[in-house]
């Protein structure tokens, strides 16, 4: 029981170049939530799902699009990275809205 | 005002001080209160949910004052291993952002 994993654990990217980052998680949970970390921000929401084919913006979704095709994994892409898009990115899971998140390892990302 | 606000420390103190962190959120509609933990370059994990009643767990105490909309966590006997930063949440139903609030964290460093 892995619980959530991501993937990759650091990347460096070029301004204006994209990636994806993947979450997934064994848990079964029907919640799912992307987050970004900054110094003296603290963490902030960028989108989460509340079940397979959905997804809905958080606090900060501009720049980062999601996708949950499949109940355990949830992907947040950037399409044209910027330095303001540098972070440590958490992705984490919830069995439902009332209780505990787990939280992945984190995705730490430096866009140049 | 911000949703959930927490005193940023540093809070130095010596093993076996006793330590007192204080959490204030905006939102009256909050349902549930938590504190999470979160250990350098790690990811947050649940330390402990907070109840109307208060609530322990061996050296941690927690407590809410609804009235107040006011929530602590005390650690007596304070360990090496629980130098930290805690993280002080609140979960609002159906907010635009999700569900949970984080407040940007408390630090602790505990000395021999």
């Known amino acids: 029981n892995a619980g959530v994993t991501q993937t990759p654990k650091f990347r460096v990217l070029k301004t204006g170049q994209s990636m994806t980052l993947l979450c997934a998680q064994d848990?079964?949970?029907?919640?799912m939530y992307w987050y970004r970390q900054d110094p003296g921000m603290g963490l902030r929401l960028i989108h989460y799902?509340?079940?397979?084919?959905?997804?809905a913006k958080g606090e900060v979704p501009d720049g980062y699009n999601v996708s949950r095709l499949k109940k355990q994994n949830f992907l947040l892409g950037l399409e044209s990275a910027a330095p303001s898009q540098t972070s440590v990115y958490f992705c984490?899971?919830?069995?439902?809205?009332?209780?505990?998140?787990?939280f992945g390892p984190g995705t730490r990302l430096t866009v140049l | 005002r911000k949703e959930v606000e927490q005193d940023p420390g540093p809070f130095n103190v010596p093993e076996g001080a006793t330590v007192a962190f204080n959490c204030t959120y905006s939102?009256?509609?909050?349902?549930?209160f938590f504190w999470y933990r979160q250990d350098c370059r790690k990811e947050p994990k649940l330390l402990m949910s907070?109840?109307?009643s208060g609530n322990e767990d061996g050296r941690f105490t927690a407590q809410l004052n609804r009235a107040s909309q006011y929530i602590s966590l005390l650690i007596r006997d304070s360990k090496l291993s629980d130098s930290a930063t805690y993280l002080c949440?609140?979960?609002?139903?159906?907010?635009?952002?999700?569900?949970?609030?984080f407040g940007k964290g408390t630090k602790l460093s505990v000395k021999p």
């Open positions: 848990m079964n949970h029907e919640y």
């Open positions: 949440v609140v979960n609002i139903y159906g907010g635009s952002q999700g569900n949970l609030i």
């Open positions: 984490a899971s919830s069995p439902g809205l009332a209780g505990e998140q787990f």
């Open positions: 799902s509340v079940g397979e084919g959905t997804t």
């Open positions: 939102n009256s509609a909050s349902q549930s």
């Open positions: 907070v109840y109307s």
